[in-house]
């Protein structure tokens, strides 16, 4: 009898095991899934949702179409505006941007030295293949020629 009991013993020792497994191999493949989803979350988050968007208007320094393996367009703005603490009355804000449009590339590339409003959004992350900057101007709102600032004759 008592090999009886030890055969029982093993064979219900058994499914304990492959049952054990089982539920290991579910726990894993859940944590997997799980983080996967974060990953995805985080990168959706980071490198895709817009965290703002606005106008930023100034005199276009310049727009070129660079880099290595991904070309971009990448722009300078010039903004004019009021120093404080500092000497001198007039101070010069730059706003560095890329474009992901071609066609408002372009239009850009023919504004330099001009008066312009442009439409952005800013990322949280940088992608190569977008551009070199947070700031990704998708529209253009106005371009005007600058003033002189002499008075007319």
Do not use: C
Not at 28 to 50: D, H, L
Request: charged share 25%; hydrophobic share 40%.
């Amino acid at each position: 009898m008592a090999t009886t009991d030890i055969d029982f013993s093993i064979q219900e020792n058994k499914p304990q095991n492959t049952n054990l497994k089982s539920k290991m191999k579910k726990w894993m493949r859940n944590i997997i899934i799980i983080a996967i989803v974060i990953a995805a979350g985080f990168f959706y988050f980071k490198f895709f949702f817009v965290f703002a968007d606005g106008v930023k208007a100034g005199q276009l320094n310049y727009v070129v179409y660079k880099g290595y393996i991904f070309k971009t367009y990448e722009g300078k703005l010039i903004q004019a505006g009021y120093k404080s603490g500092k000497s001198g009355p007039i101070q010069s804000n730059e706003f560095e941007f890329s474009v992901a449009d071609e066609k408002v590339a372009e239009k850009l590339m023919l504004a330099g030295g001009k008066d312009v409003e442009l439409h952005y959004k800013q990322y949280l992350g940088i992608i190569p293949w977008r551009g070199y900057s947070k700031y990704v101007v998708d529209s253009i709102i106005a371009i005007n020629k600058p003033e002189s600032g002499f008075p007319a004759e």
